[in-house]
């Protein structure tokens, strides 16, 4: 038995080992099953093409895990073209503050339900996840990918939108009008709900 | 005295870029007199932990498995 053979009998075993972690977490990132299933394959077929480079040494799911980093965050930027901030956000800034950019009074920050409860609490609450997820899901496509994209990497905002050549404050605001939207939308299905 | 609406931009803004010292200083002043902008500011911190996270789910992928093994094979 040749070393290559070798080197693919652990790469199944990883197969078997790691798929279900790999997938999972592609999935919190993309909130897509056949993106997330794409994106694992593709894990593992980097992973055989380069076996060679793997040092016998190191953690074969840290090593699996950090192409599939590189394999998300790819995916994002090339789904992010940047958005004009402009036009659709003009509504969602106008729907929260009146024209002296005081909080309108019904939108004004109230505490939430949940204020006290810490966040690894709710992260473990599969309602909240579905909440979240659908929530993430209504702001306009640009716009959730920005969000992911700002959320994905441990990357600064300035680094990002070098890469990406977007201008830094474009990004930023559309992050700005993101929340705001989101904020509302979690307000409204989860943390001002009256039990 | 900035707008609220100003202010919940510069409280994004921060998490990106260092503020100059005017926006710095306009910006606690504003908070200081504000509870809502304050409670905002609060909330949205709350939020990118959320956002932040991961949520793990613990699927079971056999038929993946599967398909990743076979493409191995060829």
Redo the contacts between chains.
Sequence with gaps: MGKQDFQ?DH??EW??LY???L???A???TNDKELS?DL??DT??VA?QSLNKFRGDSNPKTWLSSILKNKIYDHFRKKYNSPQVLSDSEAV?ES??DE????KKEE?????SD?DDD??K???DKDF?HV?QGCMKELPQNWHTA?QL??FSEK???EICQELDVS?TN???I??RS??Q??KC?EKHWFNQSN | MLSCKKVTELTEKKTFTKLSNKESIQLAMHKSMCGACSLYEKQSEKMDQLLKNDYLDNTKNEKLKEKILKNLNQ
């Design positions: 693919v790469l199944r197969v078997n798929t279900d972690h997938y999972a977490w999935y919190s990132k299933e694992v394959q593992f077929l055989h800034l929260m503050f002296s950019g005081r909080w004004r920050p109230k505490p939430w204020d966040e690894i709710l992260l473990d996840i979240m969000v700002k959320y600064k905002g300035e830094p990004f930023w605001q992050i700005h929340k705001l989101l904020r979690l």
